[in-house]
């Protein structure tokens, strides 16, 4: 059997990118595959990058790539009506980073050229088979046949689908919805704010961020699609109370929605199969936790062990002992952060957290701050106890997050 | 076989292959610049401009049917995945040659030094760019080298020597005729590019790219790229179809558009 290329990795996002650019310094010959017409056509992400594994994979990244501002102050934000309750921590690091997906990823794809990766762009998947030993990819610019397929196409996991291991329901996603406004951010150059909202999206489950970059805000929420469906609003019209809410003008450069996995570690589909390793977003590798969303530092984690893997595999001459994958997963901050997160991905799913909390806490500052009683404790359970909920409830769910 | 051709010589009309040079230009996607508080935000991705597409397939439907070559030549711009875009729907190499800003005068200068010294039968450039849009460079060429220039081309048989076009100059098509070599640009009439497929691109990448530096100083220069915004006028008719028919014909009769 000839095959065409070493791998063929599906998807030129974060996750894919990272894995051909693992796999092809690895000496293995690699051929990318996007349907979009350059890497970061199809991306949306409210963009937010912790670094970490892309400076394994790139040592230098932070003085080249297209990084938009350090963030250096987290502020949380708990609005109820026009009251509103606002905390910052300030500490100058260079841990993680606002990011414009459509900058980001077309600079990731050039280091993968550079690095000797064949892209492919225009190129959609539209079909896979076993064959030969290898896996057959059908796309629109005809078929390639390759021993080991890295499947990196996102979140809903076309090739999975096409090899027959992999079924979509409603309750795997979240939606995000983001938009990015032009607004030059009030702080100094070097200074970058993310900012967590609870309270203003009405009635849904999650939470709203905001991230400033150089020149504009990132901003949007994340929503169940369950809370979509069922309150039928349109998240192009809750964006656009969001936007009105936070109280940000300029034009808006760009709309997008955007399907989250939503599946925890235990959810996780399967990882592997012969000849083939899923990374990033197809393999429900996503933390969010209603505080932040991190999916972008997992897929170029995934994604660089998987490349890693690839060459291990060329080696032992044995395409299809991808299990390898799987067990350097679990041995990687990939899968303990996944599984770390489990107990606050839980905490999600909990609605108190945005029904009930932030009026709770609105409340009982609200009372600190007027005449009359202001012992904290107090005030906050005899509050609590009007939501049938007792402080030791309240610790409980807290919990979760720790 | 050949001694067909022998006792036959005159039934069998034997095509040298034509050498063929394309010229084409990597230009920042037009559907991709956008405008935002006034300025242009040109740091977009990048494409071979859109009749330049044009001319590559001509010019390797020319290779394919007379068995010669296509060698493409590109200035400014040396991306790799571009170039290999031209490689992979079948030019068999690319001379890229970077340089700092010029003007269409300069990339005439550099393109004409290289026809020069490859002699072709064919240099084929598409009508105009999407982000220059002279239109002035075939032409510039064809003079620098001293051959007949032939310009939106909608068409163009080849005859062994003879070239033989038609020009789409709205409302009319001329014809015309001149011979081998000469520059011709095309128009997007004249073919519907290939998509090249992947094992194509897998071919192309072994493909010989050679990469040269051109010094020049513009004769112009470029002061600013300035959005061209057409303000609308946000006139909302409502009323019966009939009604607002009427309506909009004398607002348009108003705006002297009819
Ligand atoms: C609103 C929103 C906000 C977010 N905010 C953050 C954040 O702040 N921080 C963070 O770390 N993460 C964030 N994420 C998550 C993050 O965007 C993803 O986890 C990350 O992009 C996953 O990368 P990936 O490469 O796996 O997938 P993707 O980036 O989705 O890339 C998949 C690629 O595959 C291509 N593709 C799909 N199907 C095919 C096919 N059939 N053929 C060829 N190509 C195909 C697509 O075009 C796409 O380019 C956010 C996500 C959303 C939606």
């Not at chain 1, 901050?333 to 799913?349: N, T």
């Not at chain 2, 079948?90 to 005439?108: C, H, M, N, P, R």
């Amino acid at each position: 059997m000839s095959f065409d290329a070493d791998v063929a990795v599906v998807g030129g996002g974060l996750g894919g990118l990272s894995a051909a650019i693992s796999a092809a310094k690895e000496g293995l010959s690699v051929v990318l595959l996007e349907r979009g017409a350059y890497s970061g056509s199809k991306n949306v992400s409210g963009g937010r990058i912790y670094v970490h594994s892309l400076l394994k994979l790139i040592p230098d990244a932070l003085e080249r790539a297209p990084l938009e501002r350090p963030i250096t102050r987290e502020t949380y934000e708990v609005r109820c009506g026009d009251r509103r309750v606002t905390f910052t921590f300030q500490k100058r690091n260079r841990d993680s980073f606002s990011v414009l997906r459509a900058k980001l990823d077309d600079w990731l794809s050039h280091e993968a050229e550079a690095a000797g990766v064949l892209t492919s762009f225009d190129t959609q998947v539209t079909g896979a088979r076993r064959e030969g030993g290898g896996i057959t990819v059908e796309t629109n610019r005809g078929e390639f046949k390759v021993p080991l397929v890295i499947e990196a196409d996102g979140v809903t996991a076309p090739t999975s689908r096409y090899l027959g291991i992999r079924r979509l329901t409603p309750e795997q996603f979240m939606v995000g919805v983001k938009e990015v406004v032009a607004t030059k951010p009030e702080l100094p150059e070097d200074e970058g704010e993310a900012k967590v909202v609870l309270g203003l999206t009405a009635g849904l489950k999650g939470g709203g961020f905001l991230y400033t970059n150089r020149e504009s805000v990132s901003i949007g929420f994340t929503v169940k699609v369950e809370s979509v469906q069922e309150k039928l609003v349109k998240t192009s019209e809750l964006i656009e109370d969001y936007r009105e809410s936070l109280g940000i003008e300029g034009e808006v450069l760009e709309y997008s929605a955007h399907l989250i996995p939503y599946m925890g570690y235990r959810g996780l589909p399967p990882l592997y199969a012969p000849n083939l390793m899923v990374v990033g977003d197809a393999a429900g590798m996503l933390i969010s936790d209603g505080f932040v969303i991190r999916g972008m530092d997992l897929a170029i984690g995934s994604g660089t062990i998987a490349g890693q893997v690839a060459a291990k595999l060329r080696e032992m001459n044995n395409f299809t002992r991808t299990d390898i994958y799987q067990s350097q997963l679990e041995d990687s901050f990939v899968m303990r952060d996944i599984k770390a997160a489990w107990k606050s991905f839980k905490g999600l799913s909990n609605p108190r957290f945005y029904e009930v909390y932030p009026q709770v806490i609105c409340d009982v500052l609200d009372s600190m701050f007027s005449v009359g009683d202001r012992r904290l404790l107090k005030v906050a359970q005899e509050r609590l106890r009007k939501e049938g909920l007792g402080l030791t409830s309240l610790a409980r769910d807290l919990l979760w997050f720790t | 076989m050949l001694a067909d051709l022998l006792i036959h010589p005159r039934l069998v009309r034997v095509e040298v292959g034509l050498n063929v040079v394309v010229g084409f230009k990597v230009v920042p996607d037009e559907t991709l610049i956008k405008v935002s508080s006034g300025k242009l935000d040109m740091n977009v991705a990048v494409k071979i401009s859109t009749y330049d597409k044009n001319a590559i397939e001509e010019a390797v439907r020319i290779k394919e049917s007379t068995g010669g070559k296509a060698i493409g030549v590109t200035v400014g711009n040396t991306d790799r995945k571009t170039i290999r875009e031209a490689l992979s729907m079948g030019v068999d190499e690319v001379v890229a040659i970077s340089t700092q800003y010029t003007d269409v005068l300069g990339t005439a200068t550099a393109i004409a030094e290289e026809v020069r010294s490859m002699n072709p039968d064919l240099v084929l450039f598409g009508e105009t760019t999407t982000d220059g849009s002279t239109s002035g460079l075939g032409p510039m060429v064809a003079e620098f080298w001293g051959v007949p220039v032939i310009t939106f081309a909608k068409s163009i048989k080849l005859d062994g020597k003879v070239i033989r076009a038609e020009r789409s100059l709205t409302p009319v098509v001329e014809i015309v005729e001149t011979e081998l070599p000469t520059v011709v640009t095309v128009t997007g009439e004249i073919n519907s590019p290939r998509i090249p497929t992947l094992r194509q691109i897998m071919e192309s990448s072994k493909k010989p790219v050679r990469t040269k530096e051109f010094k020049s100083s513009p004769m112009a220069s470029l002061d600013s790229v300035e959005p061209y915004l057409v303000q609308r006028k946000r006139i909302v008719l409502e009323g019966k179809t009939e009604e607002v028919v009427q309506k909009l014909i004398e607002a348009l009769r108003k705006e002297g558009a009819l």
